[in-house]
């Protein structure tokens, strides 16, 4: 894997197999399971303020898990290997933030960011912070028992612990409702965004794509641009990918502690699972 890097111009693309080490679960990954809900969609958080409701009192309890969680060795070790020079961009699909807080730069954050909202009516971003602290201010007494946290930062509640959540509106506008700054099910990623990344894989020696199952299509396309463009593709995941039969290199390995090997160059020390396959 330090050979892949060292090919240099590496564009990373991480999922949420990254941050299962910071206590953020994942999907679909060992350490993590499907959701008993369907996620929200975002032709329902527009249309229905009722649906919108219960996100929020779900999200505003889940987002204290969010904004506890720090960087983990593998966060560590891929801003470690940009420092080097020898990664030129990373692209995540995560929402968390993780990448940033561990010293990485010029990150895409390819379905937004959970520390901000914007407003549906008048386009206003603002920080989470801010939401959260006067949600905190209207919601004093408010504290139902939480029965999971799910990866996008809300979190599973009984239909009858719903009510008692009071919501707040945008402030630049007065009262307009409020959305994660987040790329919702059925929501379209921004082309502009899509474009910035097809132009870093396009222009790499390598992609490396970190803790994604790749089964949603708005990852696995760049390991298919990648694929169709004769760039080799690193993958390390626990458990399979749709990308495996793409991959040059491909490692069953927990992140946490292979990729601070590879930043070392010791990965002579790391003892690696049975399953890796490798493809000339």
Known sequence: ????????????????????????????????????YAPMTYDIFRADPVARHRYWARSFLGWRTIARARPNDGHHAVAALQQEGLIRAIITQNVD?????????????????LDRTVCLDCGERAARQEL?????????????????????????????ELDAFVMVGCLACGGGPLKPDVVFFGEN?????????????????GL????SSLTVMSGYRFVLRAAKLGIPVAIINQGPTRGDAAATLRLDAALGSLLPAVVRGSESSWAPPPAIQMHP
């Open 189 to 205: 990623v921004p082309r502009e965004r899509v474009e910035r990344c097809y132009e870093q894989v396009g222009s790499a020696r």
């Open 208 to 211: 490396l794509v970190l803790g």
């Open 132 to 160: 959260d602290e006067r949600l905190r201010s209207v919601n004093a007494d408010y504290a139902p028992s939480v029965a999971a946290v799910n990866p996008d930062g809300d979190v599973e509640l009984l239909a009858a």
């Open 1 to 36: 894997m330090r050979r892949f890097c060292e090919l240099g111009d590496i564009v990373v693309l991480s999922g949420a197999g990254l941050s299962t080490d910071s206590g953020i679960p994942d999907y679909r990954g060992v350490t993590g399971s499907r959701r008993r």
């Open 97 to 113: 933030g993780l990448h940033q807080a561990a010293g990485a730069r010029d990150v895409i954050e390819l379905h937004g960011g």
